[in-house]
Protein backbone atom coordinates (compact mmCIF):
# COMPACT_ATOMS: atom_id res chain seq x y z
CA UNK A 1 0.00 0.00 0.00
CA UNK A 2 1.60 3.70 -1.33
CA UNK A 3 1.56 6.31 1.31
CA UNK A 4 0.69 9.56 -0.08
CA UNK A 5 2.63 12.83 1.54
CA UNK A 6 0.57 14.91 3.20
CA UNK A 7 -1.21 17.59 1.38
CA UNK A 8 -1.66 15.75 -1.58
CA UNK A 9 -5.03 15.90 -3.32
CA UNK A 10 -6.76 12.78 -4.20
CA UNK A 11 -5.88 11.34 -7.70
CA UNK A 12 -8.70 11.15 -9.83
CA UNK A 13 -10.27 7.47 -10.23
CA UNK A 14 -10.22 6.78 -13.94
CA UNK A 15 -14.31 7.18 -14.09
CA UNK A 16 -13.80 10.74 -13.25
CA UNK A 17 -10.91 10.75 -15.98
CA UNK A 18 -13.21 9.16 -18.70
CA UNK A 19 -16.32 11.47 -17.72
CA UNK A 20 -14.98 14.44 -19.37
CA UNK A 21 -14.25 13.29 -22.61
CA UNK A 22 -17.56 12.33 -22.52
CA UNK A 23 -18.96 15.40 -21.50
CA UNK A 24 -17.28 17.29 -24.13
CA UNK A 25 -18.69 14.91 -27.04
CA UNK A 26 -22.19 15.42 -25.62
CA UNK A 27 -21.70 19.47 -25.01
CA UNK A 28 -20.30 19.47 -29.25
CA UNK A 29 -22.83 16.94 -30.77
CA UNK A 30 -25.38 19.16 -28.89
CA UNK A 31 -24.42 22.66 -30.61
CA UNK A 32 -23.97 21.25 -34.05
CA UNK A 33 -27.48 19.54 -34.09
CA UNK A 34 -29.01 23.04 -33.12
CA UNK A 35 -26.65 25.67 -35.47
CA UNK A 36 -28.99 27.26 -38.17
CA UNK A 37 -26.44 25.99 -41.68
CA UNK A 38 -25.14 29.01 -43.46
CA UNK A 39 -26.25 30.65 -46.74
CA UNK A 40 -24.91 29.20 -49.71
CA UNK A 41 -22.03 31.22 -51.34
CA UNK A 42 -24.15 33.79 -54.34
CA UNK A 43 -23.26 33.17 -57.79
CA UNK A 44 -21.24 35.55 -59.56
CA UNK A 45 -22.33 35.49 -63.03
CA UNK A 46 -24.15 38.96 -63.95
CA UNK A 47 -26.50 36.98 -66.15
CA UNK A 48 -28.03 34.83 -62.92
CA UNK A 49 -31.21 36.24 -61.30
CA UNK A 50 -30.35 35.92 -57.39
CA UNK A 51 -33.08 38.07 -55.78
CA UNK A 52 -36.31 40.10 -57.09
CA UNK A 53 -38.51 42.20 -55.44
CA UNK A 54 -41.48 43.13 -57.10
CA UNK A 55 -44.75 45.04 -55.55
CA UNK A 56 -47.91 44.73 -57.87
CA UNK A 57 -51.10 46.49 -58.09
CA UNK A 58 -54.63 44.91 -56.62
CA UNK A 59 -56.26 46.56 -60.22
CA UNK A 60 -53.75 48.15 -61.96
CA UNK A 61 -54.14 51.26 -64.70
CA UNK A 62 -52.96 50.02 -68.66
CA UNK A 63 -49.80 51.68 -68.34
CA UNK A 64 -48.80 50.38 -64.94
CA UNK A 65 -48.42 47.12 -66.86
CA UNK A 66 -45.44 48.42 -67.98
CA UNK A 67 -43.77 48.81 -64.23
CA UNK A 68 -40.54 47.39 -63.92
CA UNK A 69 -39.28 44.97 -60.24
CA UNK A 70 -38.47 47.31 -57.45
CA UNK A 71 -35.50 46.03 -57.23
CA UNK A 72 -33.10 43.24 -59.37
CA UNK A 73 -30.16 41.38 -58.11
CA UNK A 74 -27.74 39.36 -60.45
CA UNK A 75 -24.59 37.50 -59.94
CA UNK A 76 -21.38 39.07 -58.73
CA UNK A 77 -23.31 42.00 -57.03
CA UNK A 78 -25.09 43.98 -60.21
CA UNK A 79 -28.31 45.47 -59.79
CA UNK A 80 -30.58 47.24 -61.97
CA UNK A 81 -33.69 48.94 -60.80
CA UNK A 82 -36.43 51.28 -62.48
CA UNK A 83 -35.57 55.16 -63.09
CA UNK A 84 -37.91 57.98 -64.51
CA UNK A 85 -40.36 57.17 -67.38
CA UNK A 86 -39.14 59.02 -70.31
CA UNK A 87 -42.50 59.72 -72.74
CA UNK A 88 -44.35 56.20 -72.57
CA UNK A 89 -40.76 54.46 -72.15
CA UNK A 90 -39.93 52.54 -68.83
CA UNK A 91 -36.36 52.70 -68.24
CA UNK A 92 -33.72 51.99 -65.89
CA UNK A 93 -30.60 52.23 -64.07
CA UNK A 94 -27.80 49.72 -62.99
CA UNK A 95 -24.77 49.80 -61.01
CA UNK A 96 -22.92 47.10 -58.61
CA UNK A 97 -22.69 46.59 -54.81
CA UNK A 98 -19.57 46.21 -53.12
CA UNK A 99 -18.58 42.23 -52.42
CA UNK A 100 -19.12 42.63 -48.59
CA UNK A 101 -22.48 44.39 -49.18
CA UNK A 102 -23.71 41.50 -51.76
CA UNK A 103 -22.43 38.82 -49.67
CA UNK A 104 -24.55 40.69 -46.39
CA UNK A 105 -28.00 41.03 -48.45
CA UNK A 106 -28.11 37.19 -49.41
CA UNK A 107 -26.80 36.52 -46.37
CA UNK A 108 -30.10 38.39 -45.07
CA UNK A 109 -32.79 36.74 -47.83
CA UNK A 110 -31.50 33.54 -46.58
CA UNK A 111 -31.92 34.23 -42.74
CA UNK A 112 -35.66 35.79 -43.67
CA UNK A 113 -36.48 32.38 -44.93
CA UNK A 114 -36.90 33.31 -49.05
CA UNK A 115 -34.90 30.22 -49.16
CA UNK A 116 -38.47 28.08 -49.35
CA UNK A 117 -41.47 29.21 -51.26
CA UNK A 118 -44.22 30.14 -49.47
CA UNK A 119 -47.09 32.15 -49.69
CA UNK A 120 -48.49 34.68 -46.97
CA UNK A 121 -52.30 35.44 -47.28
CA UNK A 122 -54.29 38.03 -45.66
CA UNK A 123 -58.11 37.08 -45.24
CA UNK A 124 -59.02 40.32 -44.27
CA UNK A 125 -58.42 41.77 -47.50
CA UNK A 126 -60.09 41.71 -50.76
CA UNK A 127 -58.77 44.11 -52.88
CA UNK A 128 -54.81 44.12 -51.73
CA UNK A 129 -51.90 44.66 -53.45
CA UNK A 130 -48.84 41.73 -53.92
CA UNK A 131 -45.35 41.65 -52.86
CA UNK A 132 -43.35 38.96 -54.43
CA UNK A 133 -40.07 38.33 -53.35
CA UNK A 134 -37.37 35.55 -55.47
CA UNK A 135 -34.49 34.26 -53.96
CA UNK A 136 -31.82 31.86 -55.84
CA UNK A 137 -31.25 28.66 -54.21
CA UNK A 138 -28.60 25.73 -54.98
CA UNK A 139 -31.78 24.01 -56.04
CA UNK A 140 -32.97 26.98 -58.46
CA UNK A 141 -35.24 29.54 -57.94
CA UNK A 142 -37.87 30.23 -54.91
CA UNK A 143 -40.72 32.53 -54.77
CA UNK A 144 -42.38 34.33 -51.76
CA UNK A 145 -46.04 36.12 -52.03
CA UNK A 146 -47.41 38.28 -49.42
CA UNK A 147 -50.74 39.38 -49.55
CA UNK A 148 -52.10 43.07 -48.25
CA UNK A 149 -48.05 43.70 -46.93
CA UNK A 150 -48.67 46.78 -45.89
CA UNK A 151 -51.68 45.27 -43.78
CA UNK A 152 -47.65 44.26 -41.62
CA UNK A 153 -47.08 41.14 -39.80
CA UNK A 154 -45.61 38.77 -37.17
CA UNK A 155 -43.26 35.05 -37.42
CA UNK A 156 -42.51 34.31 -41.28
CA UNK A 157 -44.53 37.01 -43.10
CA UNK A 158 -43.20 39.72 -40.99
CA UNK A 159 -39.48 37.80 -41.18
CA UNK A 160 -40.21 38.65 -45.45
CA UNK A 161 -41.56 42.57 -44.55
CA UNK A 162 -38.51 43.42 -42.42
CA UNK A 163 -35.97 42.11 -45.06
CA UNK A 164 -38.13 43.92 -47.31
CA UNK A 165 -38.45 46.82 -45.61
CA UNK A 166 -34.72 47.11 -43.96
CA UNK A 167 -32.53 45.35 -46.30
CA UNK A 168 -33.59 46.24 -49.52
CA UNK A 169 -32.64 49.49 -51.48
CA UNK A 170 -35.93 51.84 -52.11
CA UNK A 171 -36.49 52.44 -56.57
CA UNK A 172 -33.61 54.86 -57.22
CA UNK A 173 -36.97 56.83 -59.15
CA UNK A 174 -35.35 60.42 -60.12
CA UNK A 175 -32.41 60.14 -57.88
CA UNK A 176 -30.26 57.27 -59.31
CA UNK A 177 -27.14 55.69 -56.93
CA UNK A 178 -23.95 56.96 -57.07
CA UNK A 179 -22.05 55.19 -59.60
CA UNK A 180 -24.96 53.96 -61.50
CA UNK A 181 -25.28 54.44 -65.58
CA UNK A 182 -28.50 53.66 -67.81
CA UNK A 183 -29.57 50.12 -68.40
CA UNK A 184 -29.41 49.16 -72.37
CA UNK A 185 -31.86 46.79 -73.17
CA UNK A 186 -31.39 44.06 -75.78
CA UNK A 187 -35.58 43.64 -76.46
CA UNK A 188 -38.48 45.65 -75.39
CA UNK A 189 -41.69 44.11 -74.71
CA UNK A 190 -45.18 46.14 -76.02
CA UNK A 191 -47.80 45.86 -73.37
CA UNK A 192 -51.12 46.09 -75.13
CA UNK A 193 -54.90 46.68 -73.45
CA UNK A 194 -57.58 47.01 -75.92
CA UNK A 195 -61.06 48.10 -75.30
CA UNK A 196 -60.13 51.70 -73.48
CA UNK A 197 -61.54 54.52 -73.65
CA UNK A 198 -60.85 57.54 -75.52
CA UNK A 199 -62.16 59.96 -78.16
CA UNK A 200 -61.18 58.29 -81.53
CA UNK A 201 -60.29 61.93 -82.95
CA UNK A 202 -57.42 62.07 -80.68
CA UNK A 203 -55.88 58.64 -80.65
CA UNK A 204 -52.88 57.67 -83.01
CA UNK A 205 -52.62 55.50 -85.23
CA UNK A 206 -50.15 52.23 -84.88
CA UNK A 207 -47.28 52.92 -87.00
CA UNK A 208 -45.50 49.44 -86.33
CA UNK A 209 -46.66 46.11 -87.29
CA UNK A 210 -50.18 45.72 -86.00
CA UNK A 211 -51.21 44.54 -82.59
CA UNK A 212 -52.05 41.20 -82.73
CA UNK A 213 -52.32 40.35 -78.66
CA UNK A 214 -51.42 41.80 -75.33
CA UNK A 215 -47.17 40.84 -75.54
CA UNK A 216 -44.96 40.91 -78.12
CA UNK A 217 -41.56 41.21 -77.77
CA UNK A 218 -39.28 42.96 -80.34
CA UNK A 219 -35.70 43.24 -80.95
CA UNK A 220 -32.81 44.80 -83.49
CA UNK A 221 -34.47 47.58 -85.29
CA UNK A 222 -37.93 46.59 -84.33
CA UNK A 223 -36.66 47.73 -81.05
CA UNK A 224 -35.34 50.87 -81.88
CA UNK A 225 -38.59 51.84 -83.98
CA UNK A 226 -40.35 51.32 -80.74
CA UNK A 227 -37.95 52.96 -78.03
CA UNK A 228 -38.45 56.58 -80.39
CA UNK A 229 -41.91 55.82 -80.62
CA UNK A 230 -42.23 55.18 -76.93
CA UNK A 231 -40.08 58.66 -76.19
CA UNK A 232 -42.72 60.60 -78.55
CA UNK A 233 -45.61 59.48 -76.55
CA UNK A 234 -47.35 59.26 -73.19
CA UNK A 235 -48.19 56.98 -70.87
CA UNK A 236 -52.00 57.57 -71.42
CA UNK A 237 -51.19 58.05 -75.16
CA UNK A 238 -54.48 56.10 -76.93
CA UNK A 239 -53.70 53.90 -80.17
CA UNK A 240 -55.63 52.91 -82.86
CA UNK A 241 -54.90 49.33 -84.45
CA UNK A 242 -56.82 47.12 -86.12
CA UNK A 243 -60.54 49.35 -85.57
CA UNK A 244 -59.66 48.74 -81.97
CA UNK A 245 -57.83 51.14 -79.12
CA UNK A 246 -55.41 50.23 -77.31
CA UNK A 247 -53.54 51.59 -74.45
CA UNK A 248 -49.73 50.20 -74.59
CA UNK A 249 -47.15 50.07 -72.22
CA UNK A 250 -43.29 49.77 -73.48
CA UNK A 251 -41.39 47.60 -70.99
CA UNK A 252 -37.62 46.79 -71.48
CA UNK A 253 -36.94 43.22 -70.62
CA UNK A 254 -33.86 41.67 -68.11
CA UNK A 255 -31.02 39.75 -68.43
CA UNK A 256 -33.05 37.16 -67.33
CA UNK A 257 -36.41 37.90 -69.63
CA UNK A 258 -36.39 36.15 -72.71
CA UNK A 259 -40.09 35.78 -73.92
CA UNK A 260 -43.60 37.38 -72.78
CA UNK A 261 -44.33 34.54 -70.75
CA UNK A 262 -41.05 35.45 -68.22
CA UNK A 263 -43.15 38.79 -67.66
CA UNK A 264 -46.12 36.91 -66.20
CA UNK A 265 -43.80 35.06 -63.53
CA UNK A 266 -44.03 36.15 -59.95
Not at 182 to 204: E, F, Q
Request: glycine fraction near 10%; charged fraction near 25%; charge should be positive.
Amino acid sequence: MRVEPAGTPPRPTRMRVLLLPLLLVTVTACGTGTATPPAPAPPQDPKTLVLRVQELHSAPRPWERGDLPRFSLYGGGHVIAPARTSGALRTAVKYRMTPTRYRELTDAAHAAGLARARRHEDSTSTDASLLTVTYRTPGGLRGTRVTAPEAGGDGDRGRVLDFVRTRVPPAPSDTPPPGSTAYRPTALAILATGGVGADDSTARPWPLRPIAGRCEVVTGEDLVRARQLALGARQNTRWSSGGTLYAVAFRPLLPDEHTCRDLDRP
